[in-house]
């Protein structure tokens, strides 16, 4: 049997990376990142998630064609993504966290794909493609929630995720797994496998108070996971929230 080590990897955010592109990833628990482009230099973008930018920017919306815009849409994305260009000479954007959690930059090239959780993706220099990613087992994954849906990042580029709560690493060897609750996935290498499985026990399931349904990551590959899933955060709320009947 392959028992999983923990490695615990360095925290990117803060940091200043040098690539082709510049830029700062910069706040706590709701962080932004700052990107200089330079001139004619272009971003994509969710929508909404432009933070503040420099006035020579200017902004196009488009979809990547009707095909892929209805997959975004079924992933619980926009049809639509905003693409910002810099004009005139080098120009600046910053795009914010829209939740309590981490931007993590991904280098995307060949060899380096990565599948991210539905709604991760928060920007993207021009060369980046993005997908909808689903589960080989269709009919687990339905029941499975979160996990059938996610999102493929491919081309070549540096993107930006955004992810809940704290993000802790793990580094899987080849056929090494790892059980994690389905909301806690946040990204993997596009190397991974990934499977749902159903929690074994009626009594587990009746009352172990942990869902009905795990997902099993196996190696080889890079893991991501989220320490606080937005869903989580709802479901914790809702006790206190005002009903209709009150």
Known sequence: MTFLQMNFLPD???????????YNIQGDNLPVVICELDANESMITER????????NMRMETKTSGIGKGM??????????????????????????SCF????????VGAGQEYILQKRAFLASEAGVKLSVHFRK???????????????KVSGNGIVFAEFDGSIVEYELAAGQKIVVDTGNLAAMSATCEMDIQTVPGVKNVLFGGEGLFNTVVTGPGHVWLQTMPIS????SLRPYLPSGNN
């Open 48 to 55: 909404g998630a432009m933070a503040w930018m420099s006035p």
């Open 137 to 151: 087992k269709i009919g687990s994954g339905l029941f499975g929630g979160e996990g059938f849906i996610m999102q």
């Open 100 to 107: 309590p959690g981490k931007i993590i930059p991904f280098q």
């Open 232 to 235: 989580s955060v709802a479901n």
């Open 12 to 22: 990117t955010v803060g940091e200043r990376r040098e690539s082709v592109m510049k």
């Open 71 to 96: 997959g975004r849409m079924f992933s619980g994305d926009s049809f639509f993504q905003n693409i910002y260009t810099a004009q005139g000479g080098n120009g600046m954007i910053a795009f914010a």
